[in-house]
C-alpha cells in the first residue's frame, strides 16, 4: 500500500482526532488531555518531518477525495505548503505547552483544547490544500473554530470582540467565496498550479480577472489584516494569552498572508499577476499598512495592543514581498512568515507572562520589570530586536532579502518605507526595553503570585525562551541547509526557475 | 435474503406501516412509543430497500400499480430520485424526531402526538409515492390537517391562534390547488401526471389552472409574501413538531411545485420562473432581515425557514440553461436545510426546557451548561448559513456556480447577502450562550436523549458536506429533469 497518498490527510487527522475526542472527555481528567493534546502534536511533527524529507527529494505527497462533481478536495505537501505546515505544528506544540500552564486551574478547558486544536487542523489544512475550494473550506473552518477561543471568557466584551471578528472575517469569507466561484466558472479548475492556472484566458477576460483578484485580496486580506481591514485584530486582545498568541502567530494572521501568497503565485502565477497590473497596488497598499500599523503601535500603552498593531505592520512585509513580484523579494517575503510567527509569538508569551505572573498589562506599568522577570524580558528583548531588524536576529534577514529584491526589481522606494518602518519600530519598542531594563521598579508590583524561587511556572517561562533561541539561532546559522531561509530558496527556485 | 428484500414493495410499506401503527398506536396507546420508533427505523430500511430496486432496474423510475389496477382507473406509485430524495428526508428527520419526542411528550400529549405524528408520516410518503394530481390533492390535504392537528397540541392561547391561522391558509391553499386539478381534468379527462405532461397545451383553462395550482402551493409554501402564517405557527408548536412542520412539511407542497414544474409546467412558462426567482430572492432577503430582528429563538428559527425556502426559488430561473446542476443544488440544499432545521427546532426545544424561556439575549451560559445542545445550534448554524464544510455549503456552492455561469448577479449578490445575514442571526444567538445572563433562573433538566438527537441531526448536516458525489449520485436526479446523468 502506498502511504504517501494518506500522509497529508494523516497530518490534518493528528490534531483532529485528539480535538473531537477531547471535548467529550470530562473536565477534570486533565492528564489523559494534556496526553492526548501532546501525542498529537508529537505524531504531527514527526509526519511533518517524514514530508521535509521527501519532498527536498522530490517525492509527491498528495491525497485526493471527492468533494463535488468534477471538484476534488486536495491536500498536497509542496514546498510552500510544508514551511507554513512546519511552522504551524512546532509553533502549536510551544503553544500547547504553554496554554496548560496558562490555563492551570480555570475552567472549560476541555472546550479550550478541543477548539485549540480544531484550529490547528485548520490552519494546516490551509497550508496543505491543494486547489481553492479546499482552502476556501479550511479557511472558513479556521474562522468557525477561532470564535470560541475568543470568546472563550464569556464575558461581554469577549463576546463584542468575538462579533467584530465574525463581522470582518464572514464579510471576508463572502468575498472569497465569490472570487473563488467566478474564477471557477471562467477557468473549470481551482487547481493550484506553479505560475498560476489563469494564462491561458484570452484578454477579454482581464477586467473580470481583475476584480476576482481583488475580491480575492479582499477576502483573506481581513485575516492577513491589511489596511483598512484591520479593525478586528487590535479588539481581539481580550483573548486569553495562547489565543493571541496562535490568532498572531500560528494560525489566523498567517493563514491570510499564507493565501495571499497562493493566490499570487499559484492561482494568477506572478508573471500574469504583474501583467494585469496587480502587483503595484498590492505592494504600496503593503506599504502602506507596514507604515501605518507602526505609527497605531506608537500611541498604544496597552501592552498587548501595541503588539497587535506591530502585527498588522509586519505581516505586510510578506504581503510586499510577495508584491514585489521578483525571485529575491519572494525569498524575504516567505521567509518572513517564519520569522515574524517565532518573533511575534516569543511577545506574546511574553505579555502573557507578565500579565499572569505580576498582572502587568500596560508599558507604562514596566518600569524595572527585567529584574523581577530577567528570563521573560531577555526573551523579549530578543523578540523585540527581531522586529526592529538588527542582525543577526531572525528579522534582519527577512528585512535584507526584501531590501536586496526590491533593488533587483527596480523598486528603489521599498528601502524608504524598510528604514521607516525600522526607525518606528524602535521608536515603539526600545522605551519598552529602556523601562524594563533601566528604571527602577516599583515598590509593589500590581500584584505577585509566586512560583517557589522561578520567576514564573516553567510551562510559562520555558516556551517564550525556546521561540527566542530559535529566532536567534535561524538567524545566526540562516545558511545552513533546512533553515527556513534556505527552504525559501527552494521555494523561489521552483516557483522561479524550474519548468 | 437478497431476493426476497427486492421483493418486497417497499413503496407500499412506506405507506401502510405507518398508517397501521398510526391505528394501532391510538387503540393501544401504551404500545404507541414502541410502535412510533419500530416504524421510524423501518422507515429508513424501507427507503434504502425502494432505493435499491430503483438502482436495481438501471434507473428507470419505479412503478407500482396498486392491486393490480393501472392509471387511468386505479392508483399508480411512482417512485424517481425526486421521489427517493424526499422520502429519505422524511426518513432521517423522521427518526430524529422520533427519538426526541419520547422525552419531549409527556401523558396527555404523548397520547395524542404519536398517532398524528404516524398519519403525518404515512400521508408523506404517499404524497412522494404519487403519480397523479388529485392523489397529491388528497394527501396534501391529509398532511395539512395532521400538521394543523399537531401544531395545536400544546394547547396554549398563542399555539390555537398559530394553528388556526395555519389551518386557513392550508385550507385555502388546497383549495386552490384543488380548483386547479378541477380545470385540467376537465380539459384533458386525466389526472395522470405523465400523460397530462404529453397532451398539455398554452389554452387560457391551462393558464388558470397553472395560476391557482401555483398559487396554493406557494401559499403552502410559505413563500414570500405568503409567508405570514408560517411564523406564529412554527413558534408555537411544541418543539418536535416545528421540526416536523419546517423540515418537511413545507417541503411537501415544494415538492409538488417542483414536480408540476418539471412536467407540466416548465415548458410552458419562462416569465413565471422569473416571478418565482424573483419572489424567491425577496423571500430571502426579507426572511432573513426579520430573522435577525427577533428576540426569540423559535421565531428567530422560523424567519430563518421563510428564507431558506427563498434559496429554493432562486433555482427556477436558472433551471432553463442548467437543469441538472440547478436541480442538484435544490436537492442539496433541501436536504441539508431539513436536517439542519430540525436540529435547531429540537434544540431549542432543550433550550425551552432548560431554561423554561427562548429570549435570546437571556440565555445564560448555555455552552458550559448545555454543551451538546449548544454544539447541536452551532453546526446546523454552519449548514444554514452555508459556510463549508457543510451541506449547505455544497448546495450554495453549486447554485451559485450556475448562476455565475449564467451571469446572474442580481442572484449571486442575494445568496452572498442571504448567507451574511444567516450568519449574523446564527452568531447573535451562539454569542448570547457564552456569556452569563443578567436574571438568574432555576434550570429545569434537559434529558440526554433530546439533546443528542438535536446533535445527530445538526452532525448530519454537516457530513453531508462530504458526500455531495455519492449522494447526488444515489438520487441520480439526471433523470428526473430528462438528462442522462454523466458519469464522471
Not at chain 1, 496562535?246 to 492561482?267: M, T
Not at chain 1, 508590583?445 to 539561532?473: I, N
Not at chain 2, 410559505?222 to 413545507?250: D, G, R
Request: net charge neutral.
Amino acid at each position: 500500500m502506498n502511504w504517501d497518498k494518506w500522509i497529508p490527510l494523516m497530518v490534518v487527522a493528528s490534531s483532529l482526532l485528539p480535538g473531537l475526542i477531547i471535548f467529550t472527555l470530562a473536565e477534570k481528567r486533565g492528564r489523559l488531555r494534556t496526553t492526548l493534546n501532546l501525542l498529537g502534536a508529537v505524531v504531527k511533527l514527526g509526519l511533518v518531518g517524514l514530508m521535509v524529507w521527501g519532498v527536498y527529494n522530490e517525492h509527491h505527497y498528495e491525497t485526493r477525495l471527492a468533494l463535488l462533481p468534477n471538484l476534488e478536495l486536495v491536500l498536497r505537501a509542496g514546498p510552500l505548503s510544508l514551511l507554513f505546515v512546519t511552522l504551524s505544528t512546532a509553533l502549536w506544540f510551544v503553544t500547547t505547552v504553554y496554554a496548560i500552564g496558562y490555563l492551570e486551574g480555570s475552567a472549560h478547558r476541555n472546550r479550550f483544547f478541543g477548539f485549540f486544536s480544531l484550529c490547528v487542523t485548520a490552519t494546516v489544512g490551509v497550508a496543505l490544500s491543494g486547489n481553492l475550494i479546499t482552502f476556501l473550506l479550511f479557511y472558513e473552518l479556521l474562522t468557525l473554530s477561532t470564535y470560541p477561543l475568543l470568546v472563550h471568557r464569556g464575558t461581554e466584551a469577549a463576546r463584542r470582540a468575538g462579533q467584530t471578528y465574525l463581522i470582518y472575517t464572514l464579510f471576508g469569507g463572502a468575498l472569497l467565496l465569490l472570487g473563488t466561484v467566478w474564477l471557477y466558472s471562467l477557468t473549470g479548475t481551482l487547481e493550484f498550479t506553479p505560475r498560476g492556472f489563469i494564462s491561458g484566458l484570452g484578454p477579454e477576460h482581464n477586467s473580470a480577472l481583475i476584480m476576482i483578484f481583488i475580491l480575492l485580496i479582499a477576502g483573506l486580506g481581513v485575516k492577513a489584516a491589511l489596511f483598512p481591514l484591520h479593525g478586528w485584530l487590535p479588539k481581539a486582545m481580550v483573548a486569553p494569552a495562547p489565543v493571541s498568541a496562535l490568532l498572531h502567530a500560528v494560525a489566523v494572521v498567517k493563514a491570510g498572508a499564507f493565501g495571499i501568497v497562493r493566490v499570487v503565485y499559484d492561482v494568477f502565477g506572478v508573471e500574469t499577476a504583474a501583467l494585469l497590473g496587480v502587483t503595484m497596488p498590492l505592494a504600496w497598499l503593503a506599504a502602506f499598512t507596514i507604515i501605518y500599523g507602526s505609527v497605531r503601535a506608537l500611541y498604544q500603552d496597552d501592552l498587548k495592543r501595541r503588539l497587535a498593531f506591530s502585527t498588522i505592520s509586519q505581516v505586510s512585509y510578506i504581503i510586499l514581498g510577495v508584491a514585489i513580484a521578483g525571485p529575491i523579494a519572494t525569498i524575504g517575503g516567505v521567509v518572513h512568515l517564519v520569522h515574524q510567527g517565532l518573533m511575534k509569538i516569543t511577545l506574546f508569551f511574553c505579555a502573557g507572562n507578565l500579565a499572569e505572573t505580576l498582572e502587568i498589562h500596560k508599558v507604562s506599568e514596566m518600569n524595572g520589570v527585567g529584574r523581577r522577570m530577567p528570563w521573560t524580558m531577555a526573551a523579549f528583548t530578543i523578540g523585540a530586536f527581531g522586529m526592529i531588524g538588527a542582525p543577526p536576529i531572525a528579522g534582519f534577514i527577512s528585512k535584507w532579502y526584501l531590501g536586496l529584491g526590491a533593488l533587483d526589481a527596480g523598486q528603489d522606494w521599498v528601502i524608504l518605507v524598510l528604514i521607516g518602518s525600522s526607525l518606528l519600530n524602535a521608536m515603539y519598542f526600545l522605551p519598552i526595553l529602556h523601562r524594563a531594563w533601566f528604571r527602577e521598579p516599583p515598590k509593589q508590583w500590581p500584584a505577585d503570585h509566586q512560583f517557589g524561587d522561578k520567576e514564573t511556572a516553567w510551562a510559562l517561562l520555558l516556551p517564550p525562551v525556546v521561540t527566542a533561541a530559535f529566532a536567534l539561532g535561524i538567524g545566526l546559522l540562516a545558511s545552513l541547509p533546512f533553515t527556513p531561509l534556505d527552504w525559501a530558496k527552494l521555494i523561489a527556485t521552483r516557483e522561479f526557475y524550474q519548468q | 435474503m437478497h431476493e426476497t428484500l427486492s421483493q418486497i414493495p417497499w413503496a407500499l410499506v412506506l405507506i401502510l406501516l405507518p398508517l397501521v401503527t398510526g391505528m394501532l398506536a391510538f387503540l393501544w396507546p401504551r404500545l404507541a412509543i414502541p410502535l412510533g420508533l419500530m416504524t421510524a427505523a423501518m422507515q429508513i430500511l424501507a427507503v434504502i430497500g425502494l432505493g435499491w430496486q430503483i438502482h436495481s432496474t438501471n434507473d428507470a423510475a419505479y412503478h407500482h400499480a396498486v392491486g393490480g389496477w393501472g392509471a387511468p382507473l386505479g392508483i399508480v406509485l411512482y417512485a424517481d430520485g425526486l421521489s427517493l430524495l424526499m422520502l429519505t428526508v422524511t426518513a432521517l428527520v423522521g427518526l430524529g424526531v422520533s427519538i426526541y419526542s419520547v422525552e419531549y411528550f409527556q401523558r396527555e400529549q404523548a397520547l395524542r402526538f404519536w398517532p398524528i405524528w404516524l398519519f403525518l408520516l404515512a400521508a408523506l410518503n404517499a404524497l412522494f409515492l404519487t403519480a397523479d394530481i388529485f392523489n397529491l390533492y388528497v394527501t396534501l390535504e391529509l398532511l395539512g390537517l395532521a400538521a394543523v392537528t399537531l401544531t395545536a397540541l400544546a394547547g396554549s392561547k398563542a399555539a390555537l391562534d398559530g394553528a388556526m391561522r395555519y389551518l386557513l391558509a392550508t385550507l385555502l391553499g388546497s383549495l386552490c390547488y384543488l380548483l386547479g386539478v378541477a380545470l385540467l381534468y376537465h380539459s384533458y379527462g386525466t389526472v395522470d401526471i405523465s400523460t397530462l405532461a404529453e397532451r398539455v397545451e398554452a389554452t387560457p383553462a391551462v393558464w388558470a389552472a397553472l395560476g391557482l395550482m401555483g398559487a396554493g402551493l406557494i401559499l403552502k409554501t410559505a413563500l414570500f409574501p405568503l409567508h405570514f402564517w408560517l411564523p406564529p405557527a412554527h413558534a408555537s408548536a411544541p418543539a418536535p413538531v416545528s421540526a416536523i412542520l419546517s423540515a418537511l412539511v413545507i417541503k411537501a407542497a415544494f415538492y409538488i411545485l417542483l414536480r408540476l414544474w418539471l412536467t407540466i409546467f416548465s415548458p410552458l412558462n419562462e416569465s413565471a420562473a422569473t416571478l418565482l426567482g424573483l419572489l424567491g430572492g425577496a423571500a430571502v432577503l426579507w426572511g432573513s432581515l426579520q430573522a435577525l430582528r427577533q428576540t426569540r429563538l423559535k421565531l428567530l428559527i422560523a424567519y430563518s425557514t421563510v428564507a431558506q425556502i427563498g434559496y429554493l426559488f432562486l433555482a427556477f430561473p436558472l433551471a432553463a440553461a442548467a437543469a441538472l446542476s440547478t436541480w442538484n443544488a435544490v436537492a442539496y440544499l433541501a436536504l441539508s436545510h431539513a436536517l439542519a432545521k430540525a436540529a435547531l427546532f429540537l434544540a431549542a426545544g432543550n433550550l425551552l426546557c432548560f431554561g423554561g424561556h427562548d429570549r435570546i439575549a437571556d440565555f445564560d451560559r448555555v455552552v458550559r451548561r448545555l454543551p451538546i445542545t449548544a454544539a447541536a445550534l452551532a453546526l446546523a448554524g454552519v449548514s444554514i448559513i452555508g459556510l463549508p464544510p457543510s451541506g449547505g455549503f455544497i448546495g450554495k456552492w453549486l447554485l451559485l456556480e450556475t448562476a455565475l455561469g449564467q451571469g446572474r448577479w442580481d442572484l449571486v449578490i442575494v445568496m452572498l447577502l442571504g448567507g451574511l445575514l444567516a450568519a449574523a442571526y446564527v452568531f447573535k444567538v451562539l454569542g448570547h450562550s457564552f456569556t452569563e445572563a443578567d436574571v438568574m433562573h432555576e434550570a429545569g433538566a434537559v434529558p440526554k436523549i433530546m439533546e443528542w438527537s438535536a446533535l445527530l441531526l445538526a452532525i448530519a448536516a454537516v457530513v453531508l458536506g462530504f458526500l455531495a458525489v455519492p449522494v447526488l449520485d444515489w438520487f441520480g436526479l439526471g433523470e428526473v429533469v430528462g438528462i442522462r446523468a454523466v458519469s464522471s
